[in-house]
């Protein structure tokens, strides 16, 4: 019989299959827009299309996101993840028999309406079941099998890129529909959040639940401390109004910041259009900048797994000032690269002599490795932990609202702005991630070590004392 630790892990396991759909997506989405098969299928896509394709699951992914709490609430957390993948199987079957352009972007707004109900919830669902001495690694499941879509999404849109027939882009989202159909399939068997079930007074099926998944002994003193935590909530209900009062606003629009700004280093650009990326840098076939952008994933998955394993050891400053450094100097790099030895003939990005092409590719991978290690794990803790648990949750759809809307920016924009200018897009997500470690630098305490009651007293502390604000911590 499997120990409670195990029993965690695989629902860990099985409700981030949510994240492996939207790694999925991803990693393939660039890639099948370049295939030949898809524009003798659809037509050829602009730029400005193109860029509208791409984005805009991330626009109705926003909307569905601030709903899925709400939602959450009503129907159960488990049910709210099944709701949600469900959407995005009758998306992706939409977008794996479309015709035309039109039906695309209803099938793709159709994706991103479950993609942001169904990530938004396993969020919630996996720290509430998980006990306090895992929390933090069942969480960042999600985020693992994330990266492992992304890097699965590049290399099935490169196998399937060998078939002569639609079928070469139509394959990766006939992938996704049957993933969608196993969460959907596998989330009635999982068990109700125990905080859900107490929300809700039904006590004794919270017991059960615990039993399950606690050791014994400390099944009646969880439950006791949920029943009390939440009439304590139930007392003192938290209001949107609140996260920007005078109390709270720094943290709030710091969380904000974070979230925000960390699109703006061009990870999505960098993963949504990769192929663009290498073949502007000198691979010539199609195929090879598809493999090129393989090994991106495949990098991406390999160095977010030791910030998953250390960040508790390294900290929350270290890796955001760390990484900041090194990701702003290899965009840095680049664009420098393209100012001396690129250029634009009839509308296309060139860069000239092979040590300049391997050295762009090189510093590619780089930025997307130290991109994992550093800001695609710590910003999300470090922008929950900060607020308030009365907050948190009203706290955190602003701040997922601002990535989402950030993201969509970035990735309408990306193909004019790569097709515009050689060096442009590189400059200006450099100067942005500069810009957010000097912030970090200056205005982020450091939280490493602390509960969260101590990471409260400490910004109520800095609150009182407007000095120590500035100093860096």
Request: charged share 15%.
């Amino acid at each position: 019989m499997a120990s409670t630790t195990v029993k965690i892990y695989l629902i860990a396991l099985h409700t981030s299959l949510a994240g492996l759909l939207w790694g999925l997506d991803t990693g393939s989405i660039g890639p099948l827009t370049q295939m030949s098969q898809f524009s003798d299928s659809i037509g050829h896509l602009s730029s400005g299309q193109l860029g509208i394709y791409v984005a805009c699951i991330l626009l109705s992914a926003s909307v569905s996101s601030l709903c899925s709490g709400h939602v959450a609430d009503i129907m159960s957390r488990k049910y709210g993840i099944l709701s949600g993948g469900l959407i995005v199987a009758v998306g992706t079957v939409i977008s794996a028999s479309a015709k035309n352009f039109p039906a695309l972007i209803s099938a793709r707004l159709i994706t991103g309406v479950g993609q942001g109900q169904s990530i938004s919830v396993v969020t919630i669902y996996l720290c509430e079941i998980a006990p306090q001495e895992i929390r933090g690694t069942v969480a960042t499941m999600l985020q693992l099998l994330i990266t492992i879509g992304i890097a699965a999404g590049y290399f099935i849109a490169y196998g399937s890129s060998s078939l002569n027939t639609s079928l070469a882009w139509r394959i990766p989202f006939i992938v996704e529909a049957c993933v969608a159909v196993v969460l959907v399939a596998g989330m009635p068997f999982m068990p109700y959040s125990p905080r859900w079930l107490v929300q809700h007074g039904r006590y004794e099926e919270a017991r059960v639940v615990l039993q399950k998944l606690r050791q014994t002994q400390s099944v009646d003193e969880e439950l006791n401390s949920l029943r009390s935590n939440l009439e304590d909530e139930n007392t003192h209900q938290a209001t949107f109004s609140e996260v920007f009062s005078k109390r709270y606003i720094k943290r709030s629009l710091l969380g904000i910041f974070l979230m925000g700004f960390e699109m703006l280093c061009g990870i999505d650009a960098v993963l949504y259009y990769a192929p663009i990326l290498f073949t502007q840098a000198g691979f010539s076939s199609q195929r090879a900048s598809f493999l090129a952008s393989g090994v991106s994933g495949i990098i991406n998955l390999v160095f977010t797994i030791p910030a998953q394993l250390w960040v508790d050891k390294w900290g929350r400053k270290f890796p955001l000032i760390g990484g900041g450094i090194a990701i702003a100097s290899c965009f840095l790099v680049i664009g420098s690269l393209y100012a001396a030895h690129g250029g634009k003939v009839d509308g296309e990005v060139y860069l000239n002599g092979r040590a300049s092409q391997w050295a762009v590719i090189i510093f590619i991978y780089m930025f997307v490795a130290n991109f994992a290690w550093s800001w695609a794990v710590v910003i999300k803790i470090y922008a929950c932990e900060i607020m308030p648990t009365r907050l948190r949750a009203k706290a955190c759809a602003f701040q997922q609202l601002a990535n989402w809307i950030i993201n969509f920016t970035v990735a309408l924009t990306a193909p004019l702005f790569l097709r515009a200018s050689p060096s442009g897009p590189y400059f200006l997500f450099s100067l942005a991630t500069l810009f957010v470690t000097i912030v970090c630098f200056f205005f982020m305490p450091e939280t490493k070590g602390k509960s969260l009651e101590e990471i409260e007293e400490l910004f109520e502390m800095k609150a009182s004392d407007p000095e120590q604000v500035l100093c860096p911590a």
